[in-house]
T-cell receptor, first 114, second 112 residues
């Protein structure tokens, strides 16, 4: 089945560590997105990519990094510079060529600090 | 930046009741989307609206794209226990891959 796969479902990080969250999609979508969700809040955009080898900062990019080496994959690294990384992280993708296409989401990764 | 105000923040209703929630924006959107999120899961698209004044139904759900392009509402009729979850509105401006702005969500609880 086509879809967006995020892994792992739960992730724990020690202070000072970098961790990488995986997002893979087999929907042939050009655009991919990373959001952060905190309790009682809406989704905030971290980074997005419209095409391979290109990505743009969102509203809260500090302390995060991404890469887009393949169309199917858009991994997010939470660096040690992100001082409050505990959150639920959601990856999404969209067919950018069709302006009417909505974003579709993966099932998320919950990151916690040990 | 763009602001989306979603209300109410939470709702407690009896099973069988109808529900209404809405979003208002400080700027014009060309697309309104409504998503539902279950605990520990990603949001799932319920309804997409692309034209001002458009009224679209999906089963017991009905959503409308406001004439001013700055608001949208979602109605759920005859609520059932599985309607429990967080409902998000999202709006997108024209010509941009990134400009999907999300409301803060409405937490719906359905009491038996």
């Amino acid at each position: 089945d086509g879809g967006i796969t995020q892994s792992p479902k739960y992730l724990f990080r020690k202070e000072g560590q970098n961790v990488t969250l995986s997002c893979e999609q087999n929907l042939n979508h050009d655009a991919m997105y990373w959001y952060r969700q905190d309790p009682g809040q809406g989704l905030r955009l971290i980074y997005y990519s419209q095409i391979v080898n290109d990505f743009q900062k969102g509203d809260i990019a500090e302390g995060y990094s991404v890469s887009r080496e393949k169309k199917e994959s858009f991994p997010l690294t939470v660096t040690s510079a992100q001082k409050n990384p505990t959150a639920f992280y959601l990856c999404a993708s969209r067919d950018y060529r069709d302006t009417n296409q909505p974003q579709h989401f993966g099932d998320g990764t919950r990151l916690s600090i040990l | 930046g763009q602001q989306l105000n979603q209300s109410p923040q939470s709702m407690f209703i009896q099973e069988g009741e109808d529900v209404s929630m809405n979003c208002t924006s400080s700027s014009i959107f060309n697309t309104w989307l409504w998503y539902k999120q279950d605990p520990g899961e990603g949001p799932v698209l319920l309804i997409a609206l692309y034209k001002a004044g458009e009224l679209t139904s999906n089963g017991r759900l009905t959503a409308q794209f406001g004439i001013t392009r700055k608001d949208s509402f979602l109605n759920i009729s005859a609520s059932i226990p599985s309607d429990v979850g967080i409902y998000f509105c999202a709006g997108r401006s024209s010509g941009s891959a990134r400009q999907l702005t999300f409301g803060s969500g409405t937490q719906l609880t359905v009491l038996p």
